[in-house]
């Protein structure tokens, strides 16, 4: 059907917003932990320049989330945004904040200016995602349903918080693997240990955390908490659950090319199994996808515009990683803007 | 500006007007760096095309500077645009609840061609050092493309709010049979698409010449300044004409589409032949005009090529289905603020033009440049005019005779809204400040290094030594490599 293959892109969106956008959050995260200035020097340039080639494109994903969901399932959006309107406005806020923050810090030259920005960056990067998580979080439990108002129980109750602190503990998670890696990359080895003792932590932290999650969702959120714990929904948490634990092993191995696929694997089969277990409601329990999707016609032509996208969209976007990960991006320097610079000579086409 | 409060207040709910003012104080901010989203890159690769073609190092530069500076204005761009996507939700559930799936597609487009737009963007900026110069130019040749498909999906989307259609009502009044195809390209969208399209590109045209113009009026009157201002100020002089019969058409099919928009802008009261146009001008709640220079019959010769023009009149329509008087003034005003400062501009180009067909130089007078100068300044005002105008106009409703912005509106209290305007007005000033702050820093550090080109680093750069951040990976890689 039309409407299951729109909230299949949906998913695959979330998805892809979970682990593009987290792992970028995840760096804002070991930004903020990094340490004072001298201590933290370190960690933070590697985190910037792991970061600043691929963050604008790594956050778009969240604005497809929010079409999808508008033109795909407008009574989803509307019953979302309604309920949950303080956590989406401060989501918003930190947005913004971090979003500036970071853009602003690298061409400032004076210190203070650079760690006013800095930490405007580092601490929004901890408060979105749980904003976002908490959201999330809330919708499960079933506290909201079409027509609900914005109240603070919808998103403070113990299944939101959970979600909130297991999210940030996954961009956290995510971060420490990636930028283990880009150690690696930028020949960094000092770093390589120090990222990767903080992808360990946040792993324990993340079982930890899940652990709780099972125990409060169990009457919190009945529907998603079974269908995580029976059927498809639990074979997807386990083999992400390995995945999790190949991605330490693969750490301890300094394969961090193969850490970074498991990582993502597993934040991503989290993700999905969270999706199928909510199935077939968008909102469990009382806004079903069919319930919830827009005209039949409009669907198709998501789905269409949704394909040609993925043509147009999809070789870009490798190429960006490519490049990335051959190091064949790097930003402009002071040196580069002067007039002094050494003017490469143009060849001729 | 008093009895607009008091309107607004009378006409919906409390939260209304907080809802209205903190999207258009985001929507206001944000319309400020679209001209440069969509065209800074296109100018910046006719620059760069400039400096490879031949070889020319200056262009080269330019086109590095410009781009150091995109790389702020495009994360900055991409924040404030994506406030206004939640706002979307969090002000307006009302209409994206009932309508997101008549008009959400052109969001869909938008939304993928933005992040063809950020991948290729991230290529070109962090492509200068290391690929090959003309592999990099075509990597980034793509981009002004995907900026006109953004816009696209954007203005598609504003047009079906002003022209809605490709829909029909159900006896519940929920829209069904959903033609997509009618539902993008409505009425106004040409009209729009255009007139935003060239209005961006010269506003981004005279705005980055008037850097220049400042400089050579500061007496740097050498090659660089002559290309940055050159460049970008021949594109704006060009496209200048272009948009003035653009605004001539868009405001006759407003007049043909929307003539309740068509009467605020002009603040025609009583449906009429022989209708005055007012520059300026007050209108009053009992349909009476003070102030305003009134020229007879121009209005209906505009509207239609003939005095004897029918001219719709506010008045033909229920004062609940028409911008009251306070808000058909802002709209007037605002539409003959962005129909003078057009209309200068052009006068501007045609200076421009006839020196440099005369001989081939820029003028001489410090006059052309001062205008120069502001020319960039008054453009951004007239972007901000032609919203105000389109936006304000269309008042009552959201959804153009379909749904009222007071039906649209968020349940969220007063209180929490206006708290929360604050908030964002802060953080907006803020960030805006720091941005401008961090591009005048910038400017003075090149030109601090520009004029002492040759000797070592300049002052400002002693503390830039020891940043809290990294200092770049290649050149100096064994430095920081080593580890400290």
């Not at chain 1, 908490?225 to 386990?238: C, E, K």
């Not at chain 1, 827009?294 to 190429?319: C, D, K, N, S």
């Not at chain 2, 400042?214 to 704006?236: C, E, K, M, N, Q």
């Not at chain 2, 003028?363 to 389109?390: D, H, K, M, Q, Y």
Request: net charge positive.
């Amino acid at each position: 059907m039309t409407e299951d293959a729109v909230a299949w892109v949906l998913l695959a969106v979330v998805t892809a917003y979970a682990c593009a956008g987290g792992t970028d959050y995840g760096a804002g995260f070991w930004d903020l932990l990094a340490g004072g200035t001298r201590r933290g020097k370190r960690p933070r340039w590697l985190i910037d320049h792991a970061m600043e080639p691929v963050w604008e494109t790594n956050n778009v994903w969240l604005i497809f989330v929010l079409v999808i969901m508008w033109t795909g399932f407008p009574v989803l959006f509307q019953t979302v945004f309604t309920a949950m309107w303080l956590p989406l406005a401060l989501a918003a806020v930190g947005l913004v904040l971090r979003g500036a923050g970071f853009a602003l810090r690298k061409p400032t030259q004076r210190l203070a200016g650079r760690r006013v920005y800095g930490a405007v960056f580092a601490v929004s990067s901890l408060l979105t995602p749980f904003f976002l998580g908490a959201a999330v979080g809330g919708l499960a439990t079933g506290r909201v349903a079409p027509g609900t108002e914005a109240s603070a129980d919808a998103w403070s109750n113990g299944t939101s918080v959970i979600a909130g602190l297991l999210t940030v503990a996954a961009t956290a998670f995510l971060g420490a693997v990636f930028l283990t890696a880009d150690a690696r990359r930028f020949d960094a080895a000092d770093l390589v240990g120090y990222f990767r003792l903080r992808a360990w932590c946040s792993l324990a932290v993340l079982a930890v955390l899940a652990c709780v999650g099972l125990v409060v969702t169990r009457d919190d959120a009945r529907y998603v908490h079974d269908g995580l714990t029976s059927g498809i929904g639990l074979a997807f948490v386990l083999v992400a659950v390995v995945s999790a634990l190949a991605t330490a092993v693969l750490l301890y191995r300094a394969a961090t090319g193969w850490a970074r696929i498991t990582a993502v694997a597993s934040v991503a089969l989290v993700v999905v199994a969270w999706g199928l277990a909510q199935r077939p409601y968008l909102i469990p329990t009382s806004l079903t996808v069919s319930e919830a999707a827009g005209a039949t016609t409009t669907l198709r032509w998501l789905l269409l515009v949704t394909a040609i996208a993925v043509v147009l969209v999809g070789p870009p976007l490798v190429l960006l990683y490519r490049l990335d990960t051959a190091g064949a991006l790097q930003p402009l320097t002071e040196a580069d803007l002067r007039r002094t610079a050494a003017g490469r000579e143009p060849e001729s086409p | 500006m008093n009895s607009a409060i008091d309107h607004f207040l009378a006409d919906g709910p409390a939260q209304l007007l907080p809802a209205r003012e903190l999207m258009a104080f985001t929507l206001g901010s944000h319309i400020l760096l679209v001209p440069f989203g969509v065209a800074l890159p296109a100018i910046t690769l006719l620059m760069h095309y400039r400096g490879l073609r031949k070889g020319d190092a200056v262009a080269l530069l330019l086109a590095r500077r410009w781009s150091a500076v995109m790389a702020v204005q495009f994360a900055i761009g991409i924040v404030t645009g994506t406030v206004l996507s939640f706002e979307l939700g969090l002000l307006w559930p009302g209409m994206m609840g009932r309508w997101g799936d008549v008009f959400g597609l052109g969001f869909g487009v938008e939304a993928w061609a933005f992040f063809l737009e950020a991948i290729l963007i991230a290529i070109y900026l962090y492509g200068w050092r290391r690929l090959k110069p003309w592999t990099h130019f075509w990597l980034g040749l793509p981009l002004p493309l995907a900026a006109l498909m953004g816009a696209f999906g954007i203005v598609a989307a504003n047009a079906w709010m002003n022209t809605p259609r490709g829909f029909s009502l159900d006896a519940s009044g929920k829209p069904v049979d959903v033609d997509v195809r009618r539902a993008i390209f409505t009425p106004m969208f040409g009209p729009e698409y255009w007139h935003f399209v060239v209005g961006v590109v010269l506003t981004a045209g005279y705005v980055i010449a008037g850097v220049y113009a400042v400089g050579w009026l500061r007496g740097r009157r050498d090659r660089y300044h002559r290309l940055g201002f050159t460049v970008p100020f021949s594109v704006a002089a060009i496209l200048t004409p272009v948009q003035f019969m653009l605004g001539d058409s868009i405001a006759r099919s407003v007049f043909h589409k929307q003539p309740v928009k068509f009467a605020a802008t002009e603040i025609v009261w009583k449906t009429d032949t022989h209708v005055p146009e007012y520059m300026f001008g007050r209108l009053h709640a009992d349909g009476t005009i003070s102030g305003g220079i009134k020229i007879p019959q121009l209005d209906s010769i505009l509207a239609g090529f003939s005095p004897d023009t029918k001219v719709t009149g506010l008045s033909s329509v229920p004062a609940s289905d028409r911008p009251t008087a306070t808000q058909a003034t802002i709209a007037h005003w605002a539409f003959d603020i962005m129909v003078t400062i057009g209309s200068l501009l052009v006068l501007l180009a045609l200076w421009y033009g006839w020196c440099w067909l005369r001989r081939r130089d820029l003028p001489r007078s410090p006059w052309f440049f001062r205008c120069a100068a502001v020319a960039g300044g008054a453009c951004l005002l007239t972007v901000e005019c032609g919203w105000i105008t389109t936006e304000v106009g269309r008042q009552p409703w959201i959804v153009y005779q379909n749904m009222r912005v007071a039906e649209a509106v968020t349940d969220t209290r007063a209180p929490t809204l206006w708290t929360m305007l604050g908030l964002v007005v802060v953080l907006y000033v803020l960030v805006f400040g720091a941005f401008l702050t961090v591009l005048l820093r910038m400017s003075r550090r090149w030109r601090l290094a520009d004029e002492g080109a040759g000797t070592a680093a300049a002052p400002g750069d002693v503390e830039g030594d020891t940043p809290y951040g990294p200092r770049p990976l290649s050149t100096t890689g064994g430095k920081d490599g080593g580890g400290t």
